[in-house]
């Protein structure tokens, strides 16, 4: 497997993956209407390119030069990096894909002085316990308004 920087040449991979992963992710926990709206508002091309141009670092996972998952975090405050997301297509999940890419942003993090890895979860996701076994702990628990929806997540911190 190789983890990559990602550029505005793969916003489209990006945007496609999220269509893929995101259907069969959240079905079960939020509505359809929910999915597609947020798909719509995080994950259309035009907003990739202002999350990229508003500093929101993406990489990519590839499998045989396959793209399989993807990542998103940025600096929120100082030594507090923020992973805002992280998606592995369902045929990866349970390989190590997603650990790998926690690794991955752990590791630049760290580099650039963060000391903190920050990230929510919708309090429903079984991916929550994925977020335990890799050594998050819920920091708090908050229900954020958002457009017509309400989003009740964890927020999960690591020390780096």
């Known amino acids: 497997m190789r983890i990559r920087k990602a550029t505005v040449q793969d916003i489209p991979v990006i945007s496609e993956l999220a269509e893929k992963i995101w259907w069969p992710s959240y079905r079960n926990i939020i509505s359809d209407e929910q999915i597609s709206f947020m798909l719509k508002d995080m994950y259309s091309e ?7 141009d ?3 670092e993406f ?8 793209p399989v998952a993807f990542a998103g975090f940025s600096l929120t405050e100082p030594g507090i990096y ?10 990866e999940q349970g390989s190590g894909t997603g650990k790998k890419l926690i690794g991955y942003i752990s590791d630049l993090s760290r580099e650039q002085g963060g000391k903190i890895l920050e990230l929510n979860v919708n309090r429903g996701n079984p991916a929550s316990g994925f977020y335990k ?3 998050f702990d819920i920091y708090r628990t908050v229900d954020i308004a958002y457009h017509n929806f309400v ?3 964890y927020v999960m911190r690591k020390n780096l």
């Not at 035009?46 to 990229?52: C, F, I, P, R, Y």
């Not at 990489?59 to 396959?66: D, G, H, K, M, Q």
Request: aromatic residues 2%; hydrophobic residues 35%; glycine residues 6%.
């Open 82 to 91: 923020k992973l805002h997301k992280l998606y592995v297509l369902p045929s």
């Open 133 to 135: 076994k890799a050594g």
């Open 59 to 66: 990489i990519l996972a590839e499998r045989e030069n396959t």
């Open 54 to 56: 508003l500093g929101t």
């Open 46 to 52: 035009e907003s990739l390119k202002e999350q990229m």
């Open 151 to 153: 989003l009740n997540d």
